[in-house]
């Protein structure tokens, strides 16, 4: 079974940066596609960032130009580098393994990201 624990979140201000990752254990292709996905309180879960098995990326529009996902293969690690971060950017970020409009694996304990204006 696939496990994922994510990190680097924490309290920011408006216009600053942070970097996520996603350490996965377990028996997982190098090419799964990997995704990044976020929880606002009292929101459903949405995917703001994705890596398919070709290496192509895709970001949701409010995020894009400012968010980049990545991976390291030889570290089982996958990021997500946030930049000029705003208030609606706070949430609950997690990883996982996008299979269409659901998710291959178990949800990891997420890290918290918050911005403050």
């Known amino acids: 079974q696939v496990q994922f624990v994510e990190s680097g979140g924490g309290t920011v201000q408006a216009g600053g940066s942070l970097r996520l990752s996603c350490v996965y254990s377990g028996k997982m292709f190098s090419v799964t596609a990997m995704g990044w996905y976020r929880q606002a309180a009292g929101k459903q879960r949405e995917l703001v960032a994705a890596l398919s098995s070709d290496g192509s990326t895709n970001v949701e529009d409010s995020v894009k130009g400012r968010f980049t996902i990545s991976r390291d293969n030889a570290k089982n690690t996958v990021y997500l580098q946030m930049n000029n971060l705003g208030p609606d950017d706070t949430a609950v970020y997690y990883c996982?393994?996008?299979?269409?409009?659901?998710?291959?694996?178990?949800w990891g304990q997420g890290t918290q990201v918050t911005v403050s204006s």
């Open positions: 996982n393994s996008p299979l269409g409009r659901f998710v291959r694996y178990s």
